[in-house]
Structure formats: structure tokens, C-alpha cells
């Protein structure tokens, strides 16, 4: 199992077996739903030595295995050639078996993809199963295709495939079934099952309280698999009808964004654009699938927001070196615009696990001797910062939903040794503290993730004292998220579903009671993420970091 993993999902599997071709949705479901949490470990299975033997042990002939396949087809609802094994020309699954194996001992990670594309290439394409094709295949997907060759030959290799063989046969399991095994060991087989529902709460019950991410935006799972995908398998993952899921991709494909192709009877589509800066509305309300939610209010929509916002960050504060969505730690820091020589001030501990989207700072609002409120203070960055500049006499409160952030801030305060610095558990509509009782409020990156943002602003104008200073970092947009992608706790929680149109946040700010309020810095916060997907969709909003200043009359 991965070593950031907590839950394990064993398929005994085959590149040539249409039964792992089927259960491809539901895995990728589970990828999509749990993430890193969740690793899916391929183990080959061999179909078969030799086709003609195996069709004589099942007592079948052409046509009868035709028709066997024309049936899983349809349990699967995963489109495959029938004839793919002749048209590929497949004698012997074991060399595709051996091909994954030799990508394994390259990269786990490619070999993955490679073990995808061979299903495609094979079951779909129907491309020939010769050793020329594992290796131009091997070197799509990144991997050494001459070593590839090699080491298809080796003992090591097949010593490793006959394990794997030998392992399904222990277990009893077969390419039908699915094993999910938890970190302590326990596990649970299910087989002929080919929607995810089950196995998620399989997952669920092995390991109680596992975040979990709803899948919304449909480009993104293209741009990032870039292979041929069926209807089906965007319906399974997104949880949508296969007639939605169809509409969906032909509106893209025809907008460019995706190539359609056919193969057989049956429509594909992969992803069609080399870079697409942004999206015009219409298909942005195409791509993200909205969340079956039910909501009636904020009421019901805070707590889901709260445990989206929970999961992602307790992630940023366990696994700093993840790749997220967002630019993070000293990257993030001085991209937003840090002083070097300041940040030098400050443990490592608390600089990695940085999130903020910008540099509150820069409004020049606290001053030697403040008490400073700082609402999301996270791995403790902006407090530690903040009693810098407020000094040895002044006192610093940070606040925070987050468990794990709150416990490693905790941490960087003592290793620092900021006896002036305290951290609180509570939330911005909420302050644990009386009126009237701090001179400035900070905040960076927190407050678009508040569902009721009246109501913070209203009570950060309560703790303020009169003349008290308000500075913030946090994202705004020039066109309404919630009323293209509808409510996704996902969206969110990436600092951009919850994201007030820049003149609306203003307003709100003034409605609490503020004056002076001013935008003081601006900028394209999101040109740092890793993820296109996720530049195309905040340039599609206009989605900006803005620094804010404002006083409490």
C-alpha cells in the first residue's frame, strides 16, 4: 500500500480481460472520490496462456465467446470490440500481463496509465498485440519502451507475474472482484458489482471518516486521463444518467474542447485541446456537474462546506509536499509578495503548510503593542508574522476550524517562542471573544470559504475596538460561481466556489459597519496553481487575489 494511503483496492487483472476493462468507472470513481487516500494496486492475473486452450477447458468456440463478451458488455455497460481478441490478434494474454510488470519496475504511476492505455489500445482500438505495439504504448505513457522490451524477457519479471498469479489464486479472488483492505489489515471481497456505490461504502466502513471529494468538472477529468473514454465511465464517475453524460460530451466535443471518435458502433471521446485559457459560460454549466445536494439555506449548506474546508486542509497540514490545486509553503509565500528576511524569522513547520492567497500585510494595519485577531491562522504563517510586527507587548489570537492546522500551530509558536501568541477553535460567524477587544483583524484566504459572510463581517466589527483596523487577503471574481456551477463543496473549498463578485464583498464589508474600505494590492493568484484546469476555470471568472484595508469607525 502507499504510504500516505488508508485504504488499499487489490485488482487481479488482465490488459486483455474485458472484465477489468469494466471495472475501470468504478476505480476511477474511487481515485476521484478519495484521492491519495485511496490506492488502487493492479496485480496480473493471466487470462490465458494460449486462446485456443482456454476456449477448449470453458468449452467454447468463436462464436460462443462472442456472445460471452456481447454479455459482460452489457452487465458492464464498458463498450468493447467483440472480436477484439481475433482483430488484435491476441494468442496469449501473458505478454501484456509481462509488459505491465517490466512498467512497474520503471514507475508505478505510469505503469498504471500504461496498463489503462493497453486496455484501450487492445479491447477498443484493437491494435496488434505484438511486442512493437507494448512498446510504442510504453513510450506514449512516459516509460522507457526499449528497457520495456528488455525486461519483458527477464526472471525477475515473470517471477513477479507468477506471484501475482499465484496470490489471486490464494485469495480465491477473481477478474471479477475487487479487494478492499484497510491499514490494519482487514478486508473485504466483492465481486460482480459494477457501480461504485457499494465499494464506497465498503471504503467507508473500513476507514470511518475518510474525506471524501465530490468529482464536478468533466474537462478536468479529461485533461487529466487524455485517453479514449466512453460515456459510460463519465456517468459512473460523476454520478450522472449515461444520456447526461453523452449530451455533455457531444456539446464539448462540438465546442472543440474534446475529440470525439468512433470505434466499432460505439462513440468515444478524449481530450481535444492542447491549452484553452478560458471557457465561455455556457460551457462551464456543461463541464461541472452539479452536486445532488438538497439544500434548503445556508443552514444546511454551512456544514457541508465546513467538513470540504476540513478535509483539504487537515490534507495541506499532514502532507505539505502533496500537489494541490493552489500554490502553497515558500512557493506561495514569496509569490504573494513575503519579505525574504521575514520569512527567515519563521520555523519551516510553519511556512510549508501555507495557504494564504495573498499578502494582508501590505495595508500596513498593525502596529507595535496591537492585539491582533487573525481569523483562519492555519500553520500559524500570519500570526507568527503578525507578532513580529506587533512586538514583544503586543498579543497575538490566532483562530481556526482545523484540528490539524490548529495543532501545528501550536507547535510553531513554541518552537518559535512567541510567549505573546495563542491559538483559538472557532469559526469567523462565531468569535470567542468580547466586544471591543482587538485592534486589528487580519485574514488570508479564509473568508470566501464562509458561507455567511454578513455575518463574519458583522462580528469582526463587534471584537474590533473603535478606530480598530481591518486587513485581508482573499479571492474575489468578476462573475457569480455559484450561479453558473451551481453549490460544490469542492469548488469551495479550493478558494474559488465560494468567491464573491469583487463589488458585492465591498458592499458587504461597508454593510457591516466599515468605512474607508479600500483595495489595496491585487493579484492573479491562481497563475501559480498546477492545475490548468483550474487557471481555465478562475480566469473564466475572473477569479483575483485582492488585499483589502478598512477601519472601524
Not at 476493462?21 to 493492479?42: A, H, M
Request: glycine share 8%; hydrophobic share 40%; charged share 25%.
Amino acid at each position: 500500500m502507499a504510504s500516505d494511503a488508508r485504504i488499499e483496492i487489490i485488482h487481479f487483472a488482465d490488459p486483455m480481460c474485458w472484465w477489468s476493462w469494466g471495472l475501470e468507472p468504478v476505480l476511477q470513481r474511487l481515485k476521484e472520490v478519495y484521492g491519495d487516500n485511496v490506492n488502487v494496486t493492479y496485480r496480473m492475473g493471466g487470462t490465458f496462456r494460449e486462446l485456443h486452450e482456454w476456449m477448449k477447458e470453458y468449452e467454447v468456440d468463436e462464436q460462443s465467446t462472442l456472445h460471452w463478451i456481447h454479455e459482460s458488455v452489457e452487465m458492464t455497460r464498458m463498450p468493447v470490440q467483440p472480436d477484439y481478441l481475433w482483430q488484435a490478434k491476441v494468442s496469449s494474454t501473458y505478454p501484456s500481463c509481462l509488459a505491465f510488470k517490466a512498467a512497474q519496475r520503471q514507475s508505478e504511476t505510469k505503469a498504471d496509465r500504461y496498463f489503462r492505455r493497453m486496455m484501450e489500445a487492445f479491447q477498443v482500438e484493437c491494435l496488434p498485440a505484438t511486442d512493437d505495439t507494448y512498446v510504442a504504448l510504453a513510450k506514449e505513457v512516459g516509460l522507457d519502451g526499449e528497457r520495456l522490451r528488455k525486461d519483458m524477457k527477464s526472471k525477475e519479471v515473470q517471477t513477479a507475474f507468477e506471484e501475482d498469479m499465484h496470490a489471486m489464486h490464494a485469495a480465491h479472488a477473481n477478474f471479477l472482484s475487487l479487494i478492499v483492505r484497510n491499514a490494519e489489515g482487514k478486508g473485504v471481497m466483492k465481486g460482480n458489482t459494477f457501480s461504485a456505490g457499494p465499494f464506497e461504502e465498503i471504503v467507508d466502513r473500513l476507514a470511518p471518516g475518510l474525506p471524501k471529494r465530490i468529482p464536478s468538472d468533466m474537462l478536468e477529468y479529461m485533461e487529466h486521463h487524455k485517453g479514449i473514454t466512453p460515456a459510460h465511465e463519465i456517468a459512473e464517475v460523476f454520478q450522472i444518467s449515461e444520456e447526461d453524460a453523452q449530451r455533455r460530451l457531444d456539446r464539448l466535443a462540438a465546442a472543440g474542447l474534446l475529440r470525439a471518435e468512433r470505434f466499432g458502433e460505439t462513440a468515444f471521446w478524449r481530450w481535444g485541446a492542447s491549452k484553452v485559457d478560458r471557457l465561455p459560460m455556457d460551457l462551464v454549466a456543461v463541464s461541472h456537474v452539479t452536486p445532488d445536494l438538497k439544500l434548503k439555506g445556508t443552514a444546511d449548506l454551512a456544514p457541508i462546506i465546513s467538513r470540504a474546508v476540513l478535509a483539504l486542509y487537515t490534507e495541506v497540514a499532514n502532507n505539505p509536499d502533496k500537489s494541490y490545486h493552489f500554490p502553497l509553503g515558500m512557493e506561495a509565500l514569496t509569490y504573494v509578495g513575503y519579505p525574504a528576511a521575514d520569512l527567515a524569522k519563521l520555523p519551516a513547520t510553519a511556512t510549508e503548510s501555507f495557504a494564504g492567497v495573498g499578502f494582508p500585510h501590505a495595508a500596513n494595519a498593525i502596529r507595535p503593542g496591537d492585539t491582533v485577531l487573525d481569523i483562519g491562522s492555519g500553520s500559524g504563517t500570519d500570526v507568527l508574522y503578525a507578532a513580529l510586527k506587533a512586538g514583544a507587548k503586543g498579543k497575538i489570537i490566532g483562530l481556526d476550524i482545523t484540528p490539524a492546522m490548529i495543532a501545528k500551530a501550536r507547535g510553531n509558536i513554541t518552537a518559535m517562542g512567541a510567549r505573546n501568541v495563542e491559538i483559538r477553535e472557532g469559526n469567523a460567524t462565531k468569535i470567542p471573544l468580547p466586544d471591543a477587544s482587538v485592534d486589528v483583524v487580519t485574514s488570508n484566504g479564509v473568508l470566501n470559504l464562509v458561507v455567511d459572510k454578513p455575518a463574519a463581517f458583522a462580528e469582526i466589527h463587534r471584537v474590533l475596538k473603535p478606530g480598530g483596523r481591518l486587513q485581508l487577503a482573499d479571492i474575489v471574481v468578476e462573475e457569480d460561481v455559484g450561479a453558473v456551477c451551481g453549490i460544490n463543496p469542492q469548488l469551495w473549498a479550493d478558494c474559488i466556489g465560494g468567491a464573491a463578485v469583487e463589488a458585492d464583498y465591498l458592499k458587504t464589508i461597508e454593510g457591516a459597519g466599515f468605512r474607508d474600505v479600500r483595495v489595496v494590492r491585487r493579484l492573479d493568484y491562481f497563475a501559480k496553481s498546477s492545475s490548468e484546469s483550474t487557471k481555465r476555470i478562475t480566469k473564466t471568472f475572473g477569479a483575483e487575489s485582492v488585499v483589502v484595508s478598512a477601519v472601524k469607525p
